[in-house]
Every structure is written in C-alpha cells, then in structure tokens.
C-alpha cells in the first residue's frame, strides 16, 4: 500500500525534515565546536599554569642541569647530569668550595659551572694563565672568584677576575655519575607525559645512586689546594 498525496503535502513534509536535518546538524555542530573550544582553552589554562609552576620551580627552587666541557674534571665529566638548588644565592648561603652554576660574564646567554674560590673581602693568590708569575687578586663586595678545578683548561676569575654575586643561578649538591639519562626519553616523558616513561627515568636516576653510592656531596669533598694556589 503505498501513500500518495496532493504535492503541497509532499512538498509541506520535506520541508519539515529538511527543517529537522538543519536544525539538529547545527546543534550537533554547536555541540562539537563548543567541546572542541572548551577542550582547547583548558589545554591552553593547563599549559599556562603548568608552566608557571616550572618557571617558579626552577628559578627558586632548583632544576637538573647537564655539565659540558673539560673545565671541572674530574669532579665533574663531561655531559655529567647535576642537581642544583637555588635557594642558597636567595638567602646568601654560598660558601666557599661549593660549585655553582652561573651565568658566564662574557657570554649572557650560556652558564658556566666553577667553584668558589673566595668571596668578597678575600684576597686570592693565583697563578695567572701563562704561569709565568703569580698575582694576589682582591674580591671586591657583591662579587665571588670562581675557577676551575682542571686549571690547565678551564676559563674562570684569573681571565675575567670576580663576577657579581647576582650572576650564580644555583648550588649543586649532588651529581648522577654516570649519566645515565636519555635526554629522547626525557623530551618524550615531558611530550607524552608517559607514566611508564616517567617511572623508567625516575628507576634510571635513582637506582646507580642507591646501590653504588654514586652520589658526591660537593662541599664536603671540596678540592684541597696548596696555600700557593689560594
């Protein structure tokens, strides 16, 4: 049996399901555009939050920071992976023998990792690069005399003298030696945010300082000089 009716009806029907079709597809696409929308600005309040919380953590916290260069061996290797806090230049706790990261007063834009030397007040004897004499240095206020512990190859106060207190960036207070980081691990944990790659480089930091006692406390084990080198 089939229906048949005059075509004002027909007519008046498709106009009814056309006005349904519209009218739930703009609702469908209301729907997802504002799920979409609403997914974005909370990705982008999470992003924002997230990292604020890192910058503040890392300016006045501290951070895991990734040594290059010859200039501390050997207590520090190249490509060694260090802790450092910077809770200690906030409230004037750097003393001397401890190793800071600061910023390099020749080149703003990298860090340098030295040891303290001598603070302000301190009149320091070094020998200069060429080591064709000595010279008796004076760390005026506000400053601090960084050097190396690998004299022989390490840029540091004897070139470019005392730098301001307000140039370190942090304390460290202990290596993981070796590196046993993979920094494509740990650009893909902070991509992904993979529990299991988080777990894995959480496992792969603590357990070489567990079981072997990898683990230097810096100002304890600062390095002795003879009195000729002061």
């Not at 390099?104 to 060429?130: A, F, M």
């Not at 301001?164 to 945010?193: D, S, V």
């Not at 070489?208 to 100002?219: A, C, D, E, H, Q």
Request: charged share 20%.
């Amino acid at each position: 049996m089939f229906f048949s009716g005059s075509p004002a009806t027909t007519l008046k029907i498709e106009c009814i399901v056309e006005q349904t079709y519209g009218q739930w597809w703009q609702s469908l696409h209301r729907t997802m555009l504002r799920g979409v929308l609403g997914k974005t600005f909370r990705l982008v309040g999470y992003t924002i939050q997230y990292g604020c919380i890192a910058h503040c953590a890392f300016e006045y916290v501290g951070g895991v920071v990734m040594c290059s260069g010859p200039s501390m061996e050997p207590t520090i290797q190249n490509s060694d992976v260090v802790f450092a806090e910077n809770l200690s230049r906030h409230f004037y706790g750097i003393q001397r023998g401890d190793i800071v990261i600061a910023k390099s007063p020749s080149d703003p834009k990298s860090n340098i990792c030295k040891r303290v030397i001598g603070l302000e007040g301190d009149k320091i004897l070094t020998n200069s690069p060429s080591d064709f004499f000595k010279s008796r240095s004076y760390v005026p206020t506000g400053h601090v005399w960084l050097e190396g512990d690998n004299l022989q190859n390490s840029t540091d106060s004897r070139y470019y003298g005392p730098i301001p207190y307000g140039l370190i960036r942090g304390r460290i207070f202990f290596k993981n030696f070796p590196c046993l980081i993979n920094f494509h691990e740990l650009l893909y944990t902070f991509l992904h945010c993979s529990c299991w790659h988080i777990c894995t480089l959480f496992i792969w930091m603590i357990l070489p300082i567990k079981n072997r006692g990898m683990v230097t406390l810096f100002s304890s084990q600062r390095k002795k000089k003879p009195p000729n080198e002061r």
